[in-house]
């Protein structure tokens, strides 16, 4: 916890910026009963039946002092599917940036011998130089500043029924579009002295 806690402190670097990620697994529905559109006076109708259509993975971004949150979904969040969304994010979202400090939580797909499994030992070896893991702890998915952008991602993008993974991207580079026009950094308070007070029952006692 106090890595986290500590690297949330450390003032902002452009050759080594802290990116938060985290996956949000989200169910495809569709209606069965054609919703009724709005209408002056009517909001839009939607029957309560509706149909699942599949699944499918969301991984959602954040860079809590530039205020950037992007979305992208996958088919599935297997170990090459997080291999695939690193090399996105460092060969192109950040291809001059020679390091970035990674937050994110300990699920065993978020690891470098993923990076192995899906590219040649080469490219994987340079993509892995260019990535510090910071991991947050076991029941302590709060800690990652990702969890605020799904929190607003749910509200904003997510909150109606979405049928297929194509229409989802759509929606969702619609509101990465928004969100880019109106950037907040994230202003974090909780700090290490602060968890050491009121988080002291987690600590051992001497």
Request: positive net charge; contains cysteine; proline residues 6%.
């Amino acid at each position: 916890m106090e890595d986290i806690l500590d690297t949330y402190c450390l003032p902002y670097d452009p050759d080594c910026p802290v990116i938060c990620m985290d996956e949000k697994p989200y169910q495809l529905l569709g209606d069965i009963v054609e919703s009724l559109p709005m209408s002056p006076g009517k909001p839009r109708r939607v029957d309560s039946e509706y149909k699942r259509t599949g699944t499918c993975a969301i991984f959602v971004y954040a860079e809590p002092l530039k205020g950037w949150i992007h979305a992208r979904s996958r088919q599935r969040r297997t170990k090459l599917d997080w291999a695939q969304e690193i090399r996105w994010l460092l060969e192109e979202k950040y291809a001059r940036t020679p390091k970035i400090r990674l937050v994110t939580d300990n699920l065993n797909t978020h690891v470098i011998s993923s990076l192995y499994e899906a590219f040649p030992a080469a490219q994987a070896r340079e993509l892995a130089k260019r990535l510090e893991i910071h991991y947050t702890p076991k029941r302590g998915s709060w800690l990652n500043i990702a969890e605020i952008a799904i929190s607003v991602l749910a509200r904003q993008c997510l909150c109606r029924r979405i049928s297929d993974i194509d229409l989802l991207n759509n929606e969702l580079d619609a509101w990465n579009r928004f969100r880019l026009l109106s950037q907040k950094p994230v202003d974090w308070q909780f700090s290490t002295d602060d968890a050491r007070i009121k988080l002291k029952y987690l600590y051992p006692s001497f």
